[in-house]
């Protein structure tokens, strides 16, 4: 079977780069090894330049993609030295059920999905793909003139295309994720974000409290273990905003790609251009949504115009994607003056205290290593 675009992950960035190029008449193939729904690991927390990709690109969400309350405001910032900042959004965040979300952008984009289809190798060349899978049992192939790779943060496709850059600058940077779900309260308005910066900002932990539910996410190296560092999340959070948790908890394990901290980016080569955390498009918060749209639309965007041409992709890619990367490159990060990301930080960076000074010496430190 051929196809003119084979998509590698049924993400937010393989959903966009396949919507872009199915909406321009291509056939497009979007591959994923979950059967959709799937869960993901995420809080859920979309900035507003994401949503307006999203509805620019997909038109309103459906109520079952959001949760409740979905008006999404920024971040508050709680230190273990007692500190409390708000970081707000410069516009309307929305808050996402990332499993519907995803479900919806796969179905609703024009490309042909395969579900419940694993990608085992991948054979990328000028103008031409090639793709294994295994569906349940049964292996197949597709070929195709171009390949998306949007398979998250240990993605096949970067390994195969550029084994060099995963090596070198993939591999060092990926850090693993728990995100625990317990029954609970606390008291915290449900529209923002929490991020507790915790042991001069060594630990960083985030949350959510929305009705009757607790989200606690932390990542940890190998140096340590995910529970002394979640119970240390627990415990702050029960001091500080009365965190009081019940009943049975369930735990997702992930892996995320930090390559972009240090302003390293794979963008593929050839024919096979990478999107979202496998080119490692994630914000040095932690934020992949938006970043994984754009770098999707922009694929998307580059085959477009590569097709025709004898020109590939890639090239088109690495002169489009250069604002993006500049913007995300770790010294790009440390210029932008009171924004890191989408999130204003000049209220914070405005307060004259010491323990204020400190607490955003200490983020900064932590967010740009
Ligand atoms: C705990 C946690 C909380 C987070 N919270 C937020 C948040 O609040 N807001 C935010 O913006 N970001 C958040 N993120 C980051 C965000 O979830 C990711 O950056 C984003 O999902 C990346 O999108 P993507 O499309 O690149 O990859 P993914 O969403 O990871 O999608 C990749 C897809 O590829 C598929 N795949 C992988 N390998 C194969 C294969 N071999 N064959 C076929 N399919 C394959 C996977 O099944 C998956 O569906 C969070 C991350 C974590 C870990």
Known sequence: MHYDVAVVGAGPAGCMAARELASRGFKVLLLDKEGLP?????MGLLSPEGRRLLEEGFGPLPAECLLEPAEALGVKVLSEGGGEYLLPFSGEGLWVRRASLDAFLARSGGAEVWD???VTEVTAG????RVRFLRGEEEGEAEATYLVGADGAESLVSKTVRPELYRLHTLPA???TVLVLS???ADWDPRW?????LARGERLGRFFVRAGTVGMAISWGQERHWQGELEALREFLSRRIGLALRGESVRMVSVSNRMARSGRFNLGAGSALLAGEAAGFLDPWGFGIRLALESGKLAGECIAESAGENVTPHLHYLRRAQPMLEMWAAGGRKRSAGRVGELDLSPWAGEKGRTARRDLRSLRRRLSR
């Open 183 to 185: 029954e609970g309260e």
């Open 193 to 197: 974000l929490g991020l507790a910066v």
């Open 126 to 129: 000028r103008f031409y793909a």
């Open 38 to 42: 799937r869960e993901k690991a995420c």
């Open 116 to 118: 419940g289809c694993r």
């Open 174 to 176: 990926l850090e693993r």
